[in-house]
């Protein structure tokens, strides 16, 4: 694999293209992690997770790790998968927390990813890693996104 600028800007476009696959998955993640917590949680459109997208590739130093990340998920395949198991669920949590931000919302990406990863199923003829990808970008964005009552609020724990 080589990256340079113009790789890099192929695989924002390519994940900014997958809005209609990605969309629907993070709202169906919010939906049934609202229900597990008890809470409600805005939906995201397509113009939110575009934007998103341009906002982690605006930093060069992100897209580049983004991007490498993508492209081993995307081409990642194990013969009868399992044992490459591993291997997809550590590169889809990284992924997942890269697009999620810094912490506490890097974790909350990460730990998303494993919830979203039960959920997400690819089409058959997928490698082993396709469904990954869509978990981990569904589950970054959703977690990078407003729409979840307590990041809209001041914290308790700052200072005065």
């Known amino acids: 694999m ?13 994940i900014a293209d ?4 990605i969309v629907p998955i993070i709202n169906s993640v919010r939906s049934e992690l609202g229900t597990v917590f008890g809470t409600d949680v ?11 997208v341009e906002n982690v590739f605006a930093d060069g130093d992100l897209a580049v790790n983004v991007a ?9 395949d194990v013969k009868d998968d399992y044992p490459g ?13 890269m697009l999620a931000g810094q912490q506490p919302l890097r974790l ?33 964005f959703q977690t990078r996104l407003p729409g979840w009552d307590w990041t809209a609020r001041p914290s308790p724990f700052a200072p005065d």
């Not at 198991?85 to 927390?97: H, I, S, Y």
């Open 2 to 14: 080589q990256l340079t600028p113009d790789a890099v800007a192929r695989e924002r476009a390519w």
């Open 18 to 21: 997958r809005s209609d696959r």
């Open 42 to 52: 805005d939906p995201v459109t397509t113009e939110q997770y575009e934007a998103a």
């Open 108 to 140: 909350l990406g990460e730990a998303t990813f494993h919830f979203a990863d039960v959920h997400v199923h690819g089409e058959p003829d997928d490698d082993a890693g396709h469904d990954d990808l869509d978990a981990a970008l569904a589950a970054g």
């Open 68 to 76: 490498a990340l993508v492209v081993l998920l995307r081409e990642l």
């Open 85 to 97: 198991f591993v291997v997809d669920e550590l590169l889809g949590r990284e992924l997942a927390g």
